[in-house]
T-cell receptor, first 111, second 114 residues
Framework: DTGVSQDPRHKITKRGQNVTFRCDPISEHNRLYWYRQTLGQGPEFLTYFQNEAQLEKSRLLSDRFSAERPKGSFSTLEIQRTEQGDSAMYLC?????????FGSGTRLTVV | AQSVSQHNHHVILSEAASLELGCNYSYGGTVNLFWYVQYPGQHLQLLLKYFSGDPLVKGIKGFEAEFIKSKFSFNLRKPSVQWSDTAEYFCAVNAGGATNKLIFGTGTLLAVQP
């Protein structure tokens, strides 16, 4: 149990459908990150929240992607009109300071 | 922009062999450096970190890493690997700023043969 929970663990969707992932961080952590990891690559930063404020978004986060963290607790990442190139592992991490704790990820397959 | 290079993409070793995985980063300022490990089917876990002080840092499971500022390197070492060290290893840098986000290398897949 890492303390960071992600749901679902796996998602298979048809191209063009919308998907939403959820991340529950460690409760006292005010910082929350989303990363994307594809095969043969390291995790790539997508976006960052401090409490409920989204303070940074990567250029990787196209306008089809949106993330929220209402009330500074759990976070959701939505992908609209999914494309095959969106297939990846989506990782969530949380922290109080410099040490990030990662969840197990949501593996998205777009068919 | 900061970047991290891991030169060994796939390493195969026999048990008891010594391990060294290379990591170089590009950033001229103060950095915090990390090695994360991902065992098959598991989440990313912190192996060790360097913030300041002694450039030789020790982590879990007998791993250590040396920060060489002049070479922008943070190589990971283990004197004698075990089959259970089979995993993917990621080097990461945090160059500060407001977000403390990590920039990861592409990873090194280590396979240890019994």
């Amino acid at each position: 149990d890492t303390g960071v929970s992600q749901d679902p663990r796996h998602k298979i969707t048809k191209r063009g459908q919308n998907v939403t992932f959820r991340c529950d961080p460690i409760s006292e952590h005010n910082r929350l990150y989303w990363y994307r990891q594809t095969l043969g690559q390291g995790p790539e930063f997508l976006t960052y929240f401090q409490n409920e404020a989204q303070l940074e978004k990567s250029r990787l986060l196209s306008d089809r992607f949106s993330a929220e963290r209402p009330k500074g607790s759990f976070s959701t990442l939505e992908i609209q009109r999914t494309e095959q190139g969106d297939s990846a592992m989506y990782l969530c991490a949380s922290s109080l300071g410099l040490l990030l704790t990662f969840g197990s990820g949501t593996r998205l397959t777009v068919v | 922009a900061q970047s991290v290079s891991q030169h060994n993409h796939h390493v195969i070793l026999s048990e008891a062999a010594s391990l060294e995985l290379g990591c170089n980063y590009s950033y001229g300022g103060t950095v915090n450096l990390f090695w994360y490990v991902q065992y098959p089917g598991q989440h990313l876990q912190l192996l060790l970190k360097y913030f300041s002080g002694d450039p030789l840092v020790k982590g879990i499971k007998g791993f250590e890493a040396e920060f060489i500022k002049s070479k922008f390197s943070f190589n990971l070492r283990k004197p004698s690997v075990q089959w259970s060290d089979t995993a993917e290893y990621f080097c990461a840098v945090n160059a500060g700023g407001a977000t403390n986000k990590l920039i990861f290398g592409t990873g090194t897949l280590l396979a240890v043969q019994p």
